[in-house]
């Protein structure tokens, strides 16, 4: 067929991707990306104030740098596109990151980079000079005025890149002066907003064992990973993992119900809300090669945040073969799950929120229980091999009291637990209930109280004969799931004045 050739207009094109919706930190950490990308060890930020004209941005990083044709190709729009080749490491997606996210927070970007015993070589994009000339217009070289700049922050350094914002949109007030304190409070005010994003984003790099990164913020400490499910603490539940498969690959999910107010203190109970704070940061955190790209959310699955299930987050591991399947969008801080996902995410986040729920309701008592776990639970995931299996407590006070019978009697009672742990049918209960309703049955549905009363009976006396004194005993019975459940169970079993 005939064709015509229809270029963008340059003016209309830099308007679009500087509208993008980045917020200053949301940018930065794009620019974070491609330092990890680059296999960076330390990264650090700058921002530098001087007014509405010579305020900078500055990130730079200790990676392996570019040579002059690769920084040619990283500056040229769309270069790598959704489809290019990339490492397993690589958080890269459309190949505009560093473009969109500059471009949205500056008029003039400057990157200047180094290889491995190469030299260094710089480009520029002047949006304004391509605006003038209606030319994508790469620079060569850099603006007199950032000489200075860049040798300052290059230092000794043998390989790296540097990236530098000038002219900036966002994080400046228009016409603002040096001496202007209210501009530079915001200025500055934005440096906290950066810290705790890139806590939040960049966490699970900042722990790894194996060459951990570490990102200095204004020539501060390196900061400090965010850890949105409080993993360590020890009244937090981390509920049993799934693996769910999806496209040819599997997404892990791991549901947690974070501990009770009154189990934190002042300092804690803060930084444990984390920089939305508590109701908002409720929900999913969707990880794409360890990277944080939503952080709390429900995912349109039908859930809204309230107070009552603020203690609940989850976490979902994503591998970026799934980008396209998860519509992971150019700023990397969105994505909704696939239709095949969305049944199983439905019932997990049920399950989670009740369970979050409740702690709110007993004021922690169901956590608690966590710091027990030898008595509280009756069956345990056990991760070995890259597998989840599950077995049956040995430590459950009633699986306890079943094997101190007879030692002729211990090993048909063995065998059975054996028997039924290794016969649990876990893929055909998955499958069941990924094609029913989000509804699952709750522990002892249907049965009547006096069969519900015979079963916590049989625990309590099996605690008091195991050698726990009542009184524990009774505590214990009141932490345990499902019993926790049933406000006045301790009086119907007549034990209820020993606590």
Same mark, same amino acid.
């Given at each position: 067929?005939?064709? %015509?050739? @229809?270029?963008?207009? #340059?003016? $209309? /094109? +830099?308007?679009?991707?500087?509208? !993008?919706?980045?917020?200053?930190? &949301?940018?930065?950490?794009?620019?974070?990306?491609?330092?990890?990308?680059?296999?960076?060890?330390?990264?650090?930020?700058?921002?530098?104030?001087?007014?509405?004209?010579?305020?900078?941005?500055?990130?730079?990083?200790?990676?392996?740098?570019?040579?002059?044709?690769?920084?040619?190709?990283?500056?040229?729009?769309?270069?790598?596109?959704?489809?290019?080749?990339?490492?397993?490491?690589?958080?890269?997606?459309?190949?505009?990151?560093?473009?969109?996210?500059?471009?949205?927070?500056?008029?003039?970007?400057?990157?200047?980079?180094?290889?491995?015993?190469?030299?260094?070589?710089?480009?520029?994009?002047?949006?304004?000079?391509?605006?003038?000339?209606?030319?994508?217009?790469?620079?060569?070289?850099?603006?007199?005025?950032?000489?200075?700049?860049?040798? %300052?922050? @290059?230092?000794?350094? #043998?390989? $790296? /890149? +540097?990236?530098?914002?000038?002219? !900036?949109?966002?994080?400046?007030? &228009?016409?603002?002066?040096?001496?202007?304190?209210?501009?530079?409070?915001?200025?500055?005010?934005?440096?906290?907003?950066?810290?705790?994003?890139?806590?939040?984003?960049?966490?699970?790099?900042?722990?790894?064992?194996?060459?951990?990164?570490?990102?200095?913020?204004?020539?501060?400490?390196?900061?400090?990973?965010?850890?949105?499910?409080?993993?360590?603490?020890?009244?937090?539940?981390?509920?049993?993992?799934?693996?769910?498969?999806?496209?040819?690959?599997?997404?892990?999910?791991?549901?947690?119900?974070?501990?009770?107010?009154?189990?934190?203190?002042?300092?804690?109970?803060?930084?444990?809300?984390?920089?939305?704070?508590?109701?908002?940061?409720?929900?999913?955190?969707?990880?794409?090669?360890?990277?944080?790209?939503?952080?709390?959310?429900?995912?349109?699955?039908?859930?809204?945040?309230?107070?009552?299930?603020?203690?609940?987050?989850?976490?979902?591991?994503?591998?970026?073969?799934?980008?396209?399947?998860?519509?992971?969008?150019?700023?990397?801080?969105?994505?909704?799950?696939?239709?095949?996902?969305?049944?199983?995410?439905?019932?997990?986040?049920?399950?989670?929120?009740?369970?979050?729920?409740?702690?709110?309701?007993?004021?922690?008592?169901?956590?608690?229980?966590?710091?027990?776990?030898?008595?509280?639970?009756?069956?345990?995931?056990?991760?070995?091999?890259?597998?989840?299996?599950?077995?049956?407590?040995?430590?459950?006070?009633?699986?306890?009291?079943?094997?101190?019978?007879?030692?002729?009697?211990?090993?048909?009672?063995?065998?059975?637990?054996?028997?039924?742990?290794?016969?649990?049918?876990?893929?055909?209960?998955?499958?069941?209930?990924?094609?029913?309703?989000?509804?699952?049955?709750?522990?002892?549905?249907?049965?009547?109280?006096?069969?519900?009363?015979?079963?916590?009976?049989?625990?309590?006396?099996?605690?008091?004969?195991?050698?726990?004194?009542?009184?524990?005993?009774?505590?214990?019975?009141?932490?345990?799931?499902?019993?926790?459940?049933?406000?006045?169970?301790?009086?119907?079993?007549?034990?209820?004045?020993?606590?």
């Amino acid at each position: 067929m005939e064709h %015509e050739i @229809a270029n963008p207009d #340059p003016a $209309g /094109t +830099i308007e679009s991707l500087g509208s !993008l919706g980045y917020t200053p930190e &949301a940018a930065i950490a794009d620019l974070v990306d491609n330092s990890i990308s680059a296999d960076a060890r330390n990264v650090w930020i700058h921002l530098h104030w001087a007014g509405a004209e010579e305020s900078t941005v500055a990130v730079v990083d200790d990676g392996h740098g570019m040579s002059e044709a690769e920084l040619i190709r990283g500056m040229t729009i769309g270069a790598r596109g959704v489809g290019a080749t990339r490492s397993s490491q690589d958080l890269g997606r459309f190949g505009v990151g560093l473009k969109t996210a500059s471009f949205s927070q500056c008029r003039q970007l400057v990157v200047s980079t180094r290889p491995p015993h190469g030299q260094w070589s710089t480009r520029t994009w002047d949006l304004d000079l391509v605006l003038r000339s209606g030319e994508w217009r790469l620079l060569k070289g850099y603006p007199g005025e950032v000489e200075s700049q860049l040798a %300052e922050l @290059a230092g000794s350094m #043998p390989h $790296g /890149t +540097i990236v530098v914002w000038r002219r !900036l949109r966002r994080l400046v007030a &228009a016409g603002s002066q040096p001496a202007d304190e209210w501009a530079q409070r915001e200025f500055y005010g934005a440096v906290n907003s950066v810290e705790r994003h890139l806590s939040m984003t960049f966490g699970r790099y900042f722990t790894r064992k194996h060459l951990p990164l570490r990102i200095w913020l204004n020539g501060q400490h390196a900061l400090d990973a965010w850890d949105p499910f409080c993993s360590i603490h020890p009244f937090v539940q981390r509920l049993p993992s799934e693996s769910l498969p999806v496209e040819g690959t599997t997404v892990e999910v791991t549901p947690w119900v974070l501990p009770h107010r009154s189990r934190f203190d002042e300092r804690s109970y803060e930084a444990a809300g984390g920089p939305r704070g508590w109701l908002e940061q409720q929900g999913f955190y969707i990880h794409r090669n360890e990277r944080l790209i939503v952080a709390g959310e429900w995912l349109g699955l039908g859930f809204r945040k309230d107070d009552r299930h603020v203690l609940a987050r989850i976490s979902v591991d994503v591998p970026t073969a799934l980008d396209s399947a998860w519509s992971v969008d150019v700023k990397k801080s969105t994505a909704s799950p696939p239709p095949a996902l969305v049944t199983p995410f439905r019932r997990i986040a049920k399950a989670t929120r009740e369970r979050a729920s409740n702690v709110m309701t007993h004021r922690g008592k169901v956590a608690a229980g966590t710091r027990s776990q030898d008595f509280i639970y009756a069956w345990q995931p056990v991760r070995k091999y890259g597998l989840t299996s599950y077995r049956i407590n040995r430590n459950h006070p009633l699986v306890r009291e079943a094997l101190s019978v007879a030692p002729e009697s211990r090993s048909t009672v063995t065998a059975l637990l054996r028997l039924v742990e290794e016969t649990l049918p876990i893929g055909l209960i998955r499958a069941v209930h990924a094609s029913e309703a989000e509804r699952e049955p709750e522990p002892f549905e249907g049965a009547t109280p006096e069969e519900v009363l015979v079963v916590a009976r049989q625990i309590f006396e099996a605690l008091v004969h195991q050698g726990t004194p009542p009184r524990e005993a009774a505590r214990r019975l009141q932490l345990m799931p499902p019993f926790n459940e049933y406000p006045d169970l301790l009086r119907e079993l007549g034990v209820s004045d020993l606590v």
